[in-house]
């Protein structure tokens, strides 16, 4: 089966490329891709500025699909399940891996860093990296889940509450998403 892929060879010039899916090993799983969403760091990988991204480089990591194949050793999730993709690959195995710091993983890497980017046809990924969306979730909505989460450790990290005043700047998707967790979390201006 072949899938086409987002991929940046110089800056400034994306092409749709052709290649092979490779079939899910053991604890893989086989994603359609339903939806993506652009993220900055896709936009400063294209123009050949992300400073930890060298050309060439697959694009996107902000994705929601159905799970088409799993591997034998899957348990998490089925063929048919609508699911979004943790972008992150951690080791595991590093102190800060060993004490649930997996953020701060010494080794950590992005799936598009390997040649595996969510603009895509399909996506092959380790289990211990998909979700399960709730059934009332579209796929856009599930694209968005990456992005929300920075927005919630965002406000987390700030520790809004009930009646507090927040200035956000810049209304880009983070921003926009930043208040709207801000709303929930309380906030009144």
């Known amino acids: 089966m072949k899938s086409r892929m987002a991929m940046v060879h110089t800056a400034g010039t994306a092409e749709l490329i052709e ?7 053991n604890t893989e799983v086989l994603i ?11 936009l400063h990988i294209y123009k050949g500025k992300h400073p930890s991204a060298p050309l060439p480089m697959s694009l996107g990591h ?31 195995d590093c102190p800060p891996c060993r004490s649930g ?14 040649g595996q980017g969510a603009m ?18 579209s796929y856009e909505g599930g694209a968005l889940i990456e992005p929300l989460a920075v927005a919630v450790h965002a406000v987390k990290r700030a520790k809004i509450g009930l ?13 926009i998403l930043i208040a709207a967790v801000c709303k929930a979390a309380g906030a009144r201006e």
């Open 163 to 175: 009646g507090d005043k927040v200035v956000i700047i810049g209304a880009g998707p983070i921003g």
């Open 120 to 137: 895509a046809d399909y996506f092959v990924v380790d289990e211990r990296y998909v979700y399960k969306l709730p059934e009332h979730l």
């Open 62 to 92: 902000e994705l929601a699909g159905e799970v088409i194949e799993v591997g034998k050793g899957v348990t998490a999730v089925c063929i048919g399940d609508r699911v979004t993709v943790e972008p992150v690959i951690v080791c595991g």
């Open 19 to 25: 290649r092979e899916v490779p079939k899910p090993g």
């Open 32 to 42: 359609a891709i339903k939806a993506t969403s652009v993220c900055g760091g896709d």
């Open 101 to 114: 710091l997996y953020g701060y993983c010494d080794n950590l890497s992005y799936h598009y860093r390997k």
